[in-house]
């Protein structure tokens, strides 16, 4: 699906709105930051919040020679990020600028369609003792017919869920279609986090927080494993 009937490209959007690669996958840029402080309360004992933040985000397909220049420039930025492993050591996220990685954020955030479309998976974070964790698909985009969603939230605190984007596949041109195909394709929106975004209430997960939530269900763990941003065995 276009990710708008406007002359603006992936390129153009990324330029424009000063957009660089997120470690989760995607380009973002802060917007809002309200000064606001105020009680999270969806960490325990944690010291106030900022009360809201806004970004632009963006998944985009791109050429690969593009592809691999922001993977290096994300790699020498502060933004860098690596997941320890329950071992203790570290292994560096992998990024995908079309492709978001599982992740879980404490508080609560609102996604507010621009343009384009893409499929959000969600996987319960803490599902009640012995039962597995529900599971949800959205896709954020026009088509309201067919299910698509301008807005989604997704719960904080206890109410929480890792949270992965990706654009869909039936989107993805072939390859003869060429480097302007794919910079078409993609999907735009605002994040509204409430209370304000904080890495500290920021967590991404790794292959022992998916055997947990699914234990023996080996093919839900195969499903998903792929979208874990740090393989532990990697």
């Keep these: 699906m276009s990710l708008t009937q406007s002359t603006q490209t992936n390129s153009d959007l990324i330029k424009t709105l000063k957009l660089e690669p997120h470690p989760e996958g995607g380009y973002f840029t802060m917007g809002w930051l309200g000064e606001q402080k105020v009680p999270t ?6 010291p106030s919040r900022n009360l809201a933040s806004t970004i632009y985000y963006l998944l985009a397909l791109r050429p690969s020679s593009v592809v691999e220049q922001d993977a ?13 492993s329950e071992d203790g050591s570290s292994k560096r ?3 995908s600028p079309h492709t978001a990685v599982f992740h879980n954020n404490r508080s609560a ?9 893409a499929r959000y998976t969600l996987i319960e974070a803490f ?8 599971i949800k698909e959205v896709v ?3 088509d309201s017919e067919r299910g698509e969603v301008r807005q989604l939230l997704v719960e ?3 109410e929480g869920w890792w949270k992965m984007s990706e654009i869909l596949e039936e989107d993805i041109p072939k390859d003869s279609e060429g480097d302007e195909a794919l910079e078409r394709v993609g999907c735009l929106i605002s994040e509204v986090v409430i209370p304000a975004f904080d890495w500290a209430d920021h967590q991404y997960m790794r292959e022992a927080d998916l055997r947990r939530l699914f234990e023996d269900d ?3 763990i195969a499903r998903f494993l792929p979208h874990v941003g740090c393989d532990e065995d990697a």
């Design 140 to 142: 954020v985009g026009t």
């Design 41 to 46: 309360p969806f960490v325990d004992n944690a």
């Design 109 to 117: 955030t609102m996604h507010l369609h621009h343009a384009g479309r």
């Design 93 to 95: 996220l992998k990024w």
């Design 127 to 134: 599902p009640l003792p012995g039962q597995r964790p529900r």
């Design 156 to 158: 904080g605190g206890d």
């Design 218 to 220: 080996e093919a839900s």
């Design 72 to 84: 290096a420039a994300l790699e020498g930025s502060e933004l860098a990020v690596s997941v320890k």
